[in-house]
């Protein structure tokens, strides 16, 4: 009977993961903010973009720590923490707005909020690695198919609130840009949400295993697990952290500038050029919104199949797989073969999928190299790679743009040759 209450215990542990990973990934929509900024203040599209990489950055270190004080403090303290200071980062942010002050910005969704969600991200994907030994791939790709799909709610809903929210004076002047009041609900809903499903968050009992389950002879066991210290000692620790962060840097470059990307797509394929009506700015905005929505859910969805089918196939063969695809797709992008605004939406869903596959199947990687026994650590510290990844892609394709495509495509062509050599570590003791 205990067994049992535990093996229903451990779905409503991946539920609420999920629904902190829906609230987390809103991040991935910043996009959709960056237009509305720059007009309504007048800054210039690299100190906005300046945002989005210090978010990146400071995700990574603190999913890193954070991965720490799982092992330490527990799933639920850590995920509290990081509900409490994403929802409060969020709701400084739109005071931010609302003030015109851009160091505010970096401050309130730079630093603050992106601590919150590196606590929060590491401790669904740690926690669920131990209740699910049975479904390692499918479970983390579960919860960060929630990261990936947040920014769908958000691209989808949030250029409606900021369009409603805007305020106009009688000159025609822009006074509100309606960023601060979106941000405002969406900090309280974040704080609700997510320090919410965080106490739901416990680790399984010692040694226990899923009624029926052995661990296969190839993976390391929980007992046989490396230490973070012994782990970083090995290159293979180092080669899974290349291949994430060259992964990541690939994706977060399209990520950063993917509605404005979009909306000139759009206005190329619509004929719209010189000036535009009010109605036509509002049309091209919503179509940016459309690709950035609708690729977030091949973001999540690509998550839970890549990571599906890394049970299959295995962890390094998917990686070889979405290395050699998205290198050839974003060459086929960078030639000008897609010039067409639903083409590229098409491109845009496959090259997310890849990239949010990389996040849902490298768990699985490492704890299949390295033992789940301290998977929170080593992990944890190996999303650093996301750090370095949010200065990389984010500033390529500002500084970069006429060949931030091909870089992107050498980038992973190198990540696909390090997948190629890669071997599994051998035993501690061997």
């Keep these: 009977m205990a067994n049992e209450n535990l093996e229903s215990k451990r779905w409503f542990i991946a539920i609420a ?6 609230c987390l990934g809103t991040v ?19 100190s906005v973009q300046y945002t989005f990489m210090l978010l990146m950055l400071i995700i990574g270190l603190s999913a890193a720590f954070g991965g720490t004080l799982v092992d330490k403090k527990g799933p639920r303290f850590v995920a509290t923490i990081g509900g409490i200071l994403f929802g409060i980062g969020t709701l400084l942010a739109g005071y931010a707005d609302q003030v015109g002050n851009i160091w505010l910005l970096y401050l309130g969704f730079g630093v603050i909020a992106a601590l919150g969600n590196g606590f929060g991200y590491v401790t669904p994907i740690a926690t669920l690695i131990r209740w699910f030994p ?3 791939g499918l479970v983390t790709g579960l919860a960060v198919m929630g990261f990936g799909a947040g920014a769908f709610f958000m691209g989808k809903i949030a250029p409606a609130m900021i369009n409603s929210f805007k305020e106009i004076d009688e000159a025609g002047k822009v ?26 968050f416990k680790n399984p009992p010692t040694g226990w295993l899923p009624r029926g389950f052995q661990p296969a002879a190839a993976s390391v066991s929980a007992a046989d697990s490396f230490k973070l210290g012994e782990a970083i000692k090995r290159p293979q620790w180092w080669m899974l952290w290349a291949m994430l962060c060259l992964n990541i840097s690939a994706g977060l470059g399209l990520i950063s500038q993917h509605s404005p990307l979009a909306q000139d797509v759009y206005k190329k394929t619509m004929g719209l050029l010189g000036d535009l009506t009010p109605d036509q700015i509002a049309l091209v905005a919503a179509a940016g919104g459309t690709v950035v929505a609708v690729a977030a859910i091949f973001n999540g969805l690509g998550r839970l199949f890549w990571a599906k089918i890394s049970d299959n196939i295995g962890r390094r063969m998917v990686f070889l797989i979405m290395f050699s695809t998205q290198a050839v797709v974003y060459l086929l992008v960078a030639m000008g073969y897609v010039s067409n605004y639903y083409l590229f939406i098409v491109v845009s869903c496959y090259l ?16 299949d190299s390295f033992g789940p026994g301290y998977i929170g650590k080593v992990y944890g510290f190996m999303l650093t790679a996301w750090s370095a990844a949010g200065l990389i892609g984010p500033y390529v394709f500002e500084t970069f743009k006429d060949q931030a495509l091909y870089i992107a495509a050498i980038l992973l062509v190198v990540g696909f040759f390090i997948a190629l050599v890669y071997k599994p570590p051998r035993a501690k003791n061997a």
């Design 17 to 22: 993961a999920v629904v902190i990973q829906l």
């Design 28 to 46: 991935y929509a910043w996009s959709v903010f960056k237009n509305p900024l720059m007009n309504m203040h007048g800054w210039d599209g690299k």
């Design 134 to 136: 049975d479904k390692r």
């Design 175 to 200: 006074i509100s840009s309606g960023v601060a009041m979106t941000w405002y609900i969406w900090g309280i809903v974040f704080l609700i949400l997510v320090a919410g499903a965080a106490q739901l």
């Design 352 to 367: 997310l999928a890849c990239y949010g596959g990389g996040f849902a199947t490298m768990p699985a990687f490492a704890a």
